[in-house]
C-alpha cells in the first residue's frame, strides 16, 4: 500500500467558519489521504506543534476573516525557526488577489480562493507534495 | 542514525519522523527497532478503548492534564478508523487536545487503522517503542473498540480502559464479548446523562456472572467534559499497575506480550519465505490446483512445505 | 378542499391528460433533464394540482394573516401596513468609521441599524489582547468599551431607531453598553428598540463565536430575558438563528428543523428558570436566510411560522398570541454569491429579496455585489439598499398579503417542510434536546452531510452556479474593493491605554469582584455587569471575570 499523503487542516485565528474547511477534509479523506483536523481558533503555535508531532507532507490553512496577512507569515516563520520548512503550506479562503503575491512570497504554495474545486486541490497536492 | 539520538534526546521531530518510518517502512523500521528495543519497557502503557461517541478523546485530554500536574512525561496515540473504499482517514482526535499541542511534556500522534489486519498493531506496537525509548512516563493508545485489530493494539498495553456511555443504543451484552473480557478497569462518561447508574449497574451484572477473576475491575464514573471525577480514574489506573507489580502480574503479562510478538514476526517470516519459495516457480499454483481437484489434501502439502525448511 | 365528485373528475381529467397532451409533447422533445431538484435537493414534480393539497384544511393550516397559525403571516395588513425594516448589517475598522457608515445607510433610506462586530468583541477579547493580533476590525467594529459604543452612535437618535446587535456570547455587555449610551443621551432603557442576536446553539452549531460552556450560557440568556422583560420591554431579546445554519451547508427543512429546535431549547431553559412563557416568549425573534430557489424559500418561511405557532401553543401551553407569533429577520444567502463575475450576484439579491419579501420577513440585509471578495463599498451597499426599495416599490408584490398562498405548489412545499423539520425535531428530542445533540454532534454532522453532497453536485456539474461552473468568462483582478485600515488594531490599542488612564480605577475594580462573586451565585447578572460597564470596564475584563467563573466551552467535532 502506498504511503498516504499527511495533511494538516487548521483553522488559525478566531474565525468560525469551519465549512470549506470541512468540506476539504472529506475530499482529502476520499482522495486516499490521512487528514489532521484540529478544529477552531488555532494559533500559528499550535498548528506548527501539531504539523511536526503528525509529521505530515502538507499544511492547509483556512481563513475568512481577514487576518492571514498576519497569520500566514508567523506560521511559515516558526517552521523555519523549527527546521520543518519541508512541510508545504496552502490556503484558502476570502484572501483578496492583491494580498496573494506577498503571501506566495512568503512561502504559501498555492491560496485557493472561494470558487476554487476539491478536485483542484486534490490534483495540485498529489503534483506538488515532497516525497 | 542522528535521527534516533535526537529522539532518545527527546527530540519531537525525531520523534514524529521515526514514528512515520515505522508506519511505511519495513526494512527501516526494522532497522530502526533493533537499535531502540534495549531502550524500551520504561513506560506505563494504557490502553483507552470503546464504542465511538463515548467521549474517549475528551477523557484522554483531562486525564493526561492531570498526569502533567505531576510532571510526568505522556505520549498520546490516537487511532481512528481508515476508510475501506478509499484508503483515506479523518484522525480527529486532535480537536478535544489543543491545549496539549504546546505542552513540552506531551507527544499526540495520529494515526490510521490504514487497512492492515494485524499490520495495525505492529505499526502502533512500533510506534510506541518508539515513544516508550525517547522517555515517556505514561503512553496512552487510544482507540475505537469495534474491530478485533483494536482488540490487538490494546493487547499490548499493561492497564486496559473501557469507555462506555448510557443511551448510545448498544446493550452492554452487544458490544464484542472480546472486549468487554480484556477491561482492567471501566469508565462510564457522560454520567451527568440520565441512565448512566443503570450502565454502571448493568457491567457491575455482568462482572458478577464471570467466575474466575483474581481481580474484579472497577467502575468508575466520571464527566469528562466537565472534568469531573478523573481523579477516581487516574488513582484506579495506579492501582491496577500497582496489582501487576506487586503480584508479579506485570513481568508475566508483558513477558507474554513480547512472546506473542515474537511469534508474530517468525509466523511473518516463515509465511513470507514459502511464499517466496513457491510463488514464483509457479509451485504455489499447483500445488493448489491439485486440492482443487482433489488430488491430495493440505496437511500433506503442509509437510512437504515445512520438511523443505527444517 | 374539493368536494368528493369534483375531485374524482379532477383525477381523471389528469390522467387524460398525462396520456395525451404531456406523452405527445415529452415524446416530440423530452425534459431537459431526468430529475428536477429544489435548491435543497429535493423533488419537484412537474405539476401541482388541488390533489397536492386536498388534505390540507384552510382554516385549520393556512387561515388568515394575523391569526393563529399564522401562516400567512404574523399580522393582518403585512406590508400594506408597513414594510419591513430595511436593516443593514455594517461595521468595520474603528467606532468612528462605522458611525460615518451608518449615517450614510440612513442617509440612503435604510430604516434600521445593524451592528456587525470584529472577531475579538464577539469572542470578548480587547483589542490588544495577543489573539486579537490582525483581527482587530476586520469583519466588524471594535468595541472595547463604553467609550468606543459612545462614539459608534454618536448624532444617533436612540429613541428613533432601532438596533440590531449581532453579538452571542457576549451579548449581555454589548446590550448593557446600548443600555448606558442611551442613558447618557437621556433615553430611559423602557424606549429602546432593537435586538441582540444573543443564540449560542448556533454558534456551537456553525458559527464558532463561542466562549463559555453551555449551561453558563444558557444562564446568561435566561438572565437577559428577565431582566429586559422587566426593564428593557421592546427589546427582542435573542434571534434564534438558521441564517449561518444554512450557510453552513444545511437543507432548507434542516433551517427550520434546527433552528426551532434551538428555541425550544431555549424556552424551556427560561421555563426552568422560573419564567413563565407568556412573560418571554412574546419578545423571542428569529433570523433566516434567503437562497436563490424563491419558491422554496417561500414556502419555507410559511412552514417555521405555522410550525413554531403549534410548538407554543401545544407544547408550551402558551396563551398570549405574540408568544406563537414567529416573527423574523432575513439576510440574503451570503453563500450563494460568487467571486467570479460579482456584478451578477446583484441579481441574486434580488431574487432572494423577493424570496424574503414574498415570506413575509420584518426586517430583511440585503448582501452587497462584493460579498465574497470583500467588505462592501458605499457604492456597493447602496445598490443592495436600492434592491430592497426597488422590490418594496415598484414590484407591486407588496400590495396584498401573503400572494403565493393556494399556490397548489407553494402549500404542497409548505406543508412537506413542516413535516421535515419536525421529524429533525423529534430526532433532537429523542437525543435528549439540541444542546445534547449538539454534544454528540448529530446536528453538526447532518449539515456537513448535506454540505458535501452540494459541493460535490457542484463539482460534477448536477448544479449549474452561473459565471461559476457554468458561462465562465476570463476576469481581471477585482478593483476598488474596501480596504480596512491596517492600522486600526494599534489605534484601538492607544485608546484602550488612555481609557485606563482617565478611568477610575478603584471602582472598575470594585464592580468586577460584585460581578464575579454575582456570577458564583444565581443573582441575575445584568444589573452588575451594566454597573461594571458604566465605570469603562474594558469588555475583555468584564468577560475575563465571567470566564474565570464559567470556564470556557469546548469544541466538539464531527466530521
Known amino acids: 500500500m502506498d504511503k498516504p499523503i499527511r495533511v494538516l487542516v487548521a483553522k488559525p485565528g478566531l474565525d468560525g467558519h469551519d465549512r470549506g474547511a470541512k468540506m476539504i477534509a472529506r475530499a482529502l479523506r476520499d482522495a486516499g489521504m490521512e487528514v489532521i483536523y484540529t478544529g477552531l481558533r488555532q494559533t500559528p503555535e499550535q498548528i506548527v506543534a501539531a504539523a511536526i508531532q503528525e509529521d505530515v507532507d502538507i499544511i492547509g490553512m483556512s481563513i475568512l476573516s481577514g487576518a492571514h496577512n498576519h497569520l500566514f507569515p508567523k506560521v511559515i516563520g516558526l517552521l523555519k525557526e523549527q527546521d520543518a520548512e519541508d512541510i508545504m503550506v496552502i490556503a484558502g479562503g476570502v484572501i483578496p488577489e492583491d494580498d496573494i503575491p506577498a503571501l506566495k512570497e512568503a512561502g504559501v504554495a498555492a491560496i485557493f480562493t472561494p470558487g476554487a474545486l476539491t478536485t483542484e486541490i486534490v490534483q495540485f497536492i498529489r503534483d506538488n507534495v515532497k516525497r | ?310 | 378542499m374539493f368536494d368528493n365528485e369534483k375531485f374524482k373528475q379532477l383525477k381523471e381529467a389528469r390522467r387524460n391528460w398525462e396520456e395525451k397532451d404531456l406523452n405527445k409533447s415529452l415524446s416530440r422533445s423530452p425534459e431537459r433533464k431526468e430529475e428536477f431538484k429544489t435548491g435543497s435537493g429535493d423533488k419537484v414534480e412537474r405539476l401541482y394540482t388541488p390533489e397536492d393539497i386536498n388534505d390540507l384544511d384552510f382554516m385549520d393550516e393556512i387561515g388568515f394573516p394575523g391569526q393563529y397559525p399564522y401562516t400567512r403571516g404574523y399580522q393582518p395588513t403585512m406590508f400594506r401596513g408597513r414594510l419591513w425594516t430595511m436593516r443593514m448589517y455594517a461595521g468595520f475598522s474603528t467606532a468612528e468609521e462605522s458611525n460615518k457608515r451608518y449615517k450614510f445607510l440612513v442617509d440612503q433610506g435604510s430604516t434600521g441599524l445593524s451592528v456587525a462586530f470584529d472577531l475579538p468583541t464577539q469572542i470578548g477579547y480587547d483589542s490588544d489582547h495577543p489573539l486579537a493580533e490582525g483581527e482587530v476590525g476586520k469583519v466588524g467594529v471594535a468595541i472595547d468599551s463604553l467609550a468606543d459604543m459612545e462614539i459608534l452612535f454618536d448624532g444617533i437618535d436612540l429613541e428613533k431607531v432601532s438596533t440590531s446587535m449581532t453579538i452571542n456570547s457576549p451579548a449581555s455587555v454589548l446590550l448593557a453598553m446600548y443600555i448606558a449610551v442611551a442613558d447618557k443621551k437621556g433615553v430611559s432603557p423602557e424606549k429602546l428598540r432593537g435586538t441582540i442576536q444573543n443564540d449560542i446553539l448556533k454558534e456551537y452549531i456553525a458559527r464558532g463565536t463561542y466562549i463559555y460552556p453551555t449551561e453558563e450560557s444558557m444562564r446568561l440568556i435566561t438572565d437577559i430575558f428577565e431582566y429586559c422583560s422587566k426593564n428593557v420591554p421592546q427589546w427582542n431579546t435573542i434571534s434564534i438563528s438558521g441564517y449561518h445554519i444554512r450557510e453552513a451547508g444545511s437543507t432548507a427543512a434542516q433551517e427550520v428543523g434546527f433552528t426551532l429546535a434551538d428555541g425550544i431549547a431555549y424556552v424551556e431553559a427560561a421555563i426552568k428558570a422560573g419564567l413563565d412563557v407568556d412573560s418571554f416568549a412574546p419578545r423571542l425573534s428569529f433570523f433566516f436566510n434567503a437562497h436563490n430557489d424563491l419558491l422554496e424559500e417561500v414556502a419555507k418561511y410559511r412552514a417555521a411560522r405555522r410550525l413554531w405557532a403549534k410548538i407554543m401553543k401545544e407544547r408550551f401551553g402558551a396563551k398570549k398570541p405574540q408568544s406563537m407569533m414567529l416573527k423574523f429577520h432575513t439576510q440574503t444567502g451570503g453563500s450563494t454569491l460568487t467571486a467570479q463575475q460579482p456584478d451578477n450576484n446583484i441579481v441574486r439579491v434580488a431574487i432572494q429579496t423577493l424570496a424574503a419579501v414574498l415570506g413575509g420577513t420584518q426586517s430583511l440585509h440585503t448582501n452587497s455585489k462584493d460579498e465574497a471578495l470583500a467588505l462592501p463599498t458605499e457604492d456597493s451597499v447602496r445598490i443592495a439598499l436600492r434592491t430592497q426599495q426597488i422590490v418594496a416599490h415598484e414590484s407591486g408584490v407588496t400590495n396584498t398579503v401573503d400572494p403565493l398562498a393556494g399556490s397548489y405548489y407553494v402549500e404542497a412545499k409548505t406543508k412537506e417542510i413542516e413535516d421535515k423539520a419536525m421529524e429533525y425535531i423529534t430526532k433532537i428530542d429523542e437525543l435528549g434536546g439540541a444542546p445534547r445533540a449538539i454534544d454528540a454532534g448529530y446536528i453538526q454532522k447532518e449539515i456537513t452531510d448535506a454540505a458535501y453532497k452540494y459541493q460535490m453536485d457542484v463539482e460534477k456539474g448536477d448544479v449549474v452556479v452561473v459565471g461559476m461552473n457554468k458561462f465562465k468568462v476570463a476576469e481581471k483582478a477585482p478593483q476598488g474593493l474596501l480596504k480596512v485600515d491596517p492600522m486600526v488594531g494599534e489605534m484601538q490599542k492607544k485608546k484602550l491605554v488612555e481609557l485606563k488612564e482617565k478611568r477610575d480605577n478603584e471602582a472598575v475594580s470594585e464592580k468586577l469582584i460584585a460581578l464575579k462573586k454575582a456570577c458564583e451565585g444565581t443573582e441575575n447578572l445584568m444589573p452588575y455587569i451594566v454597573e461594571a460597564v458604566r465605570e469603562y470596564a474594558t469588555l475583555g475584563e468584564i468577560c475575563d471575570v465571567m470566564r474565570e467563573v464559567f470556564g470556557e466551552y469546548e469544541q466538539s467535532v464531527m466530521l
Not at chain 2, 51 to 66: F, I, M, N, Q, W
Not at chain 2, 121 to 144: F, P, Q
Not at chain 2, 181 to 208: C, P
Open chain 2, 1 to 310: 542514525m542522528e535521527l534516533i539520538n535526537k529522539m532518545l534526546d527527546g527530540d519531537k521531530r525525531a520523534c514524529a519522523r521515526l514514528i512515520s518510518i515505522v508506519e511505511n517502512d519495513e526494512k527501516e523500521s526494522e532497522k530502526l527497532i533493533k537499535t531502540i528495543y534495549k531502550h524500551t519497557g520504561k513506560a506505563h502503557i494504557i490502553g483507552i478503548t470503546g464504542p465511538p461517541g463515548a467521549g474517549k478523546s475528551t477523557l484522554t485530554d483531562k486525564y493526561v492534564k492531570l498526569l502533567r500536574k505531576s510532571d510526568y512525561k505522556v505520549g498520546v496515540i490516537a487511532v481512528d478508523p481508515t476508510s475501506p473504499y478509499t484508503g483515506g482517514a479523518i484522525l480527529g482526535d486532535r480537536i478535544r487536545m489543543n491545549d496539549l499541542a504546546l505542552d513540552p511534556g506531551v507527544f499526540i500522534r495520529s494515526m490510521g487503522t490504514r487497512g492492515y489486519l494485524g499490520g495495525l498493531a505492529k505499526a502502533t506496537r512500533n510506534a510506541v517503542k518508539i515513544l516508550d525509548a525517547s522517555g515517556c512516563d505514561y503512553i496512552i493508545i487510544e482507540t475505537v473498540g469495534v474491530g478485533q485489530s483494536e482488540v490487538d493494539i490494546v493487547k499490548a498495553a499493561d492497564t486496559v480502559v473501557l469507555v462506555m456511555v448510557p443511551g448510545l443504543g448498544d446493550d452492554i451484552q452487544s458490544i464484542k464479548a472480546g472486549i468487554m473480557e480484556i477491561g482492567d478497569l471501566f469508565v462510564v462518561n457522560k454520567s451527568d446523562i440520565f441512565g448512566a447508574q443503570r450502565t454502571a449497574t448493568e457491567i457491575n451484572m455482568m462482572l458478577d456472572m464471570s467466575q474466575d477473576m483474581d481481580r474484579r475491575p472497577p467502575v468508575v464514573m466520571v464527566t469528562a467534559n466537565q472534568n469531573k471525577n478523573i481523579e477516581q480514574m487516574e488513582q484506579e489506573i495506579q492501582k491496577h499497575y500497582q496489582y501487576l507489580v506487586d503480584n508479579g502480574l506485570l513481568e508475566e503479562r508483558r513477558k507474554k506480550n513480547i512472546k506473542r510478538e515474537l511469534l508474530e514476526l517468525v509466523e511473518e517470516e516463515l509465511k513470507k519465505l514459502v511464499i517466496r519459495e513457491t510463488e514464483n516457480n509457479g509451485e504455489l499454483d499447483s500445488m493448489t490446483e491439485s486440492l482443487f481437484n482433489k488430488e491430495t489434501d493440505p496437511f500433506t502439502l503442509r509437510d512437504v512445505l515445512l520438511s523443505r525448511i527444517k
